[in-house]
C-alpha cells in the first residue's frame, strides 16, 4: 500500500510525504517524522500501514490529532481513507493512499531520505530513510 501524505497550506519546499512501512509522529528525535513545532507531543500518533488499510492512533498527546476536523479518542484507531485531512498540532496533510505497493518515480524535485540525515523544513523534520520527499516544483 502507498500512502503519501500531502502538506496543506505550509510554507515549505517539501510538499509530500511518501510513507512505506509504519512511523511514530512527534517533536522527539526518535520520531520517524518529526514536527518540530511546540503544539506537538514528543510522540504524538502512530500511523499503520496494513497491507489493505491505514490507521492512525493518537498516543495520548497535549492537543490530539484531528481527523477529517473531528478529535480522535486518544488509544483508539481510526481508519484513514484517501483524501481524509490529518492535523498533527499547526501542521495539516491530506492522506492520499493507492492500493498498491508502488514507488513514487523519482524527479529532480524528490528526494530520499538518508538513514540518520534529516532535512529541515518550517516545523516538519524528516528522519527516515524510507520516507520519500517531494517538492513544489
Same mark, same amino acid.
Given at each position: 500500500?502507498?500512502?503519501?501524505?500531502?502538506?496543506?497550506?505550509?510554507?515549505s519546499?517539501? &510538499?509530500?510525504?511518501?510513507?512505506?512501512?509504519?512511523?511514530?509522529?512527534?517533536r522527539a $528525535?526518535?520520531?520517524?517524522? /518529526? *514536527? !518540530?513545532?511546540?503544539?506537538?507531543?514528543r510522540?504524538h500518533?502512530?500511523?499503520?500501514?496494513?497491507?489493505?488499510?491505514?490507521?492512525?492512533?493518537?498516543?495520548?498527546?497535549?492537543?490530539?490529532?484531528?481527523?477529517?476536523?473531528?478529535?480522535?479518542?486518544?488509544?483508539? &484507531?481510526?481508519?484513514?481513507?484517501?483524501?481524509?485531512?490529518l492535523?498533527?498540532?499547526? $501542521?495539516?496533510?491530506?492522506? /492520499? *493512499? !493507492?492500493?498498491?505497493?508502488?514507488?513514487?518515480?523519482q524527479?529532480?524535485?524528490?528526494?530520499?531520505v538518508?538513514?540518520?540525515?534529516?532535512?529541515?523544513v518550517?516545523?516538519?523534520?524528516f528522519?527516515?530513510?524510507?520516507?520519500?520527499?517531494?517538492g513544489?516544483?
Amino acid at each position: 500500500m502507498k500512502v503519501v501524505l500531502e502538506l496543506q497550506q505550509q510554507a515549505s519546499n517539501i &510538499r509530500r510525504v511518501t510513507i512505506r512501512h509504519d512511523i511514530v509522529i512527534g517533536r522527539a $528525535v526518535d520520531c520517524n517524522l /518529526r *514536527i !518540530s513545532a511546540p503544539q506537538v507531543s514528543r510522540r504524538h500518533c502512530f500511523l499503520r500501514i496494513g497491507t489493505d488499510s491505514v490507521a492512525i492512533t493518537d498516543l495520548e498527546s497535549c492537543n490530539g490529532t484531528w481527523l477529517n476536523g473531528q478529535k480522535t479518542v486518544p488509544g483508539k &484507531r481510526y481508519f484513514v481513507k484517501d483524501g481524509m485531512k490529518l492535523a498533527i498540532g499547526p $501542521v495539516c496533510f491530506v492522506a /492520499r *493512499i !493507492s492500493g498498491q505497493k508502488s514507488d513514487v518515480e523519482q524527479s529532480d524535485a524528490t528526494r530520499v531520505v538518508d538513514n540518520g540525515v534529516s532535512v529541515e523544513v518550517p516545523d516538519v523534520r524528516f528522519l527516515d530513510d524510507d520516507l520519500k520527499l517531494t517538492g513544489d516544483d
